[in-house]
Antibody, heavy 115, light 112 residues
């Protein structure tokens, strides 16, 4: 069945960048957008954007414009999220999710921004 | 941006009793294709969100039939007919008719 497996936890200093991967399996990677959603500690869910693996087109939430890059490596059925100029309030669990009906989610990647 | 407002924000229910969560959107979620782009998720402690209901009222495969979604336009409800202990967690509604995709604040459901 469809599965999304994310890379492991990261600890970064303010101002640094982080790149999270989301390896998919069990479905045709290019048939669905990959979405990224984050959740700060004790907070709700926040949508960051999506990427269309077939075309490379992206759509980001306004607050992340200029700081986020979403890419894919189709040969590896893997999506990537890069967030730059990290701030303390970027500390969160970052999830990838398959588009369509959001039936499949990754396990989450904790990114901690700490000096 | 479409604002999603859930009520209540917390709920304590006795096992076997019903529970109901409301979600209101600031704009209609009915698209021109006839579908309503409203989803319900449950996030159990320490887990990723899991889909319960898609398109307002369609129960996802494998979700127990005690869960049901209803509503249209801007007003939606998730109902659990008989609460079980495994239903504890935070429930979120989400709209995807328009970007940015937005979530409700979440409703924390506890066992009384």
């Amino acid at each position: 069945q469809a599965q999304l497996v994310q890379s492991g936890a990261e600890v970064k200093k303010p101002g640094a960048s982080v790149k999270v991967s989301c390896k998919t399996s069990g479905y045709t990677f290019t048939d669905y957008h990959t979405h990224w959603v984050r959740q700060a500690p004790g907070q709700g869910l926040e949508w960051m954007g999506w990427i269309n693996p077939k075309t490379g087109n992206t759509n980001f939430a306004q607050k992340f414009q200029g700081r986020v890059t979403m890419t894919t490596e189709v040969s590896k059925s893997t999506a990537y999220l890069e967030l730059r100029s990290l701030r303390f309030d970027d500390t969160a669990v970052y999830y990838c999710a398959r588009g369509g009906a959001y039936k499949v989610w990754g396990q989450g990647t904790l990114v901690t921004v700490s000096s | 941006d479409i604002v999603m407002t859930q009520t209540p924000l917390s709920l304590s229910v006795t096992p076997g009793q019903p529970a109901s969560i409301s979600c209101k959107s600031s704009q209609s979620l009915l698209y021109s294709d006839g579908k309503t782009y409203l989803y319900w998720f449950l996030q159990k402690p320490g887990q990723s969100p899991q889909l319960l209901i898609k398109e307002a009222s369609n129960r996802f495969s494998g979700v127990p039939d005690r869960f049901s979604g209803s509503g249209s336009g801007t007003d939606f409800t998730l109902t659990i007919s008989r609460l079980e202990a495994e239903d504890v967690g935070i429930y979120y509604c989400m709209q995807s008719i328009q970007v940015p995709i937005t979530f409700g604040q979440g409703t924390r459901l506890e066992i009384k």
